[in-house]
């Protein structure tokens, strides 16, 4: 069965477009069904960033839910790692993220937990997506066992304690000049308080949202306005994170940007010196830099490739007993602590080594020197071209010019009309024209 609806991160698409209140009740009728397992009262928590279309889709898919016969806690704006724990903490049968994480906010989406936190597998999508179909039929509830629905004030409380625990007792962070960029998305209110209450100085920009704002000019797809923060407050570190908070960027003193490479680096290196690796080595994309993986190679640390996308490292993770993984993108699982990824809490793991070796960000966190990196993306109008196998010799030819001290990856986007070429190695000019080599092969098939 083809997946009309699921994509590699829940269901995302444009408000009132591909997401319609239509959708989103079918969405919580066909999920609460399958989720409805066993005698007990079923509940399901639902979170959302600060998009305006939330409002509407949090109440269609409170209504399905509420049909089939499971209660709804509404949580309100929250991260999705946080949807995520409280999932497993408050004992629900299934939680619900409302959020199209760094996408502008015409579009929303609908990400899903199951009770153990973790995002649901492709089976159990796949049930979801045949019950979503209008042929399929909805056993709705009787009129006495129609769910009920409330409000819960206060749970960001439980999420801001969880992630201060995931520090040694005896750090915090007074003395620190913090700017922390929440992208006016969901980690608006959580985010600033956590750090001021581990004793920072707390500088907080894309912490209004209103509704239209969310990862407009800010976060981590976005980090010029926090850059030049950091620089203007002389501040220690500038933090990023994307409208869910499931990601995050980091800011050195100087205004440089830090990415998820670099960040993984950090964290593993220093669980690998605090034993507290599962395995000597961590889990990465195949769209992470060759230097990274160099560079855990000279510490006796493998690096793992997945595909792009945060559940295929997190898949990984599970099957193979790792503890750290992530994207250059920014999403950091720490498995040890969140069944997702979480921007909060990576960034406090990062913050964790800052304190403990007394240096400057700039310093803790350029860990290895990137290999020149470039990446292109061809429209392709419809057509196919990685199928065509004139253009797949073509390639073939193009990555042995690299040889084995580059790589070349041609992959589909998950959620635009496009294929990523990205190419890299130790010589730039070589990259840059392998590059453009293979964008003018495929743009002419397509």
């Not at 962070?173 to 001021?196: K, T």
């Not at 993984?264 to 769209?287: C, F, N, Y």
Request: proline share 4%.
């Amino acid at each position: 069965m083809s997946r009309k609806f699921f994509g590699t991160d829940g269901i995302r698409g444009r408000a009132n477009g591909k997401i319609t209140p239509e959708l989103a009740l079918r969405v919580g009728q066909a999920a609460g069904m399958v989720f409805h397992r066993g005698d007990h009262r079923h509940r399901v928590v639902i979170g959302k960033d600060t998009r305006l279309s939330g409002y509407m889709i949090e109440n269609a898919l409170t209504a399905g839910f509420l049909s089939v016969g499971m209660d709804v806690l509404l949580l309100g704006p929250m991260p999705t790692p946080a949807i995520a724990m409280l999932s497993r903490s408050m004992r629900a049968d299934l939680g619900v993220m409302i959020s199209a994480s760094h996408n502008p906010y015409e579009d929303n989406g609908i990400k899903l937990f199951g009770p153990d936190g973790y995002k649901l597998s492709d089976e159990i999508e796949k049930e979801i997506e045949r019950l979503i179909d209008p042929s399929a039929a909805i056993r709705l509830s009787g009129s006495r066992d129609i769910g009920r629905a409330r409000r819960l004030e206060g749970v960001h409380a439980r999420y801001i304690e969880f992630a201060k625990r995931t520090l040694p007792r005896a750090l915090d962070l007074d003395g620190m000049r913090i700017v922390v960029d929440c992208a006016n998305g969901a980690g608006y209110r959580v985010a600033p308080e956590a750090l001021w209450e581990l004793g920072a100085e707390v500088i907080a920009i894309g912490a209004e949202p209103d509704g239209f704002n969310i990862n407009r000019d800010v976060g981590s797809t976005a980090p010029n306005a926090l850059q030049q923060k950091v620089r203007e407050m002389r501040a220690d570190i500038g933090i990023a994170l994307d409208g869910d908070a499931d990601r995050v960027m980091i800011i050195d003193e100087k205004g440089h940007v830090v990415d998820g490479d670099q960040l993984m680096a950090v964290i593993a290196e220093s669980w690998h010196q605090d034993g507290r690796l599962s395995k000597p080595g961590i889990v990465a994309t195949i769209m992470s830099n060759l230097g990274l993986e160099r560079h855990l190679g000279s510490l006796g640390l493998a690096l793992d490739r997945t595909a792009v996308g945060d559940r295929y490292v997190l898949e990984h993770m599970r099957e193979h007993g790792f503890n750290v993984g992530g994207e250059q993108s920014g999403h950091i699982i720490l498995s040890d602590y969140s069944t997702t990824g979480d921007g909060l809490i990576a960034a406090l793991q990062v913050l964790a080594v800052v304190r403990r070796e007394g240096r400057p960000v700039s310093e803790i966190c350029h860990r290895f020197e990137p290999l020149p990196q470039i990446l292109k993306n061809v429209q392709t109008r419809g057509g196919q071209p990685l199928k065509d196998q004139a253009v797949n010799r073509a390639i073939d030819q193009l990555r042995a010019q690299l040889g084995a001290a580059g790589r070349l990856v041609i992959r589909p986007s998950g959620t635009e009309p496009v294929i990523r070429v990205m190419a890299e190695g130790d010589d730039r000019d070589l990259v840059e024209r392998v590059v453009d080599d293979v964008v003018e092969v495929i743009s002419k098939a397509a």
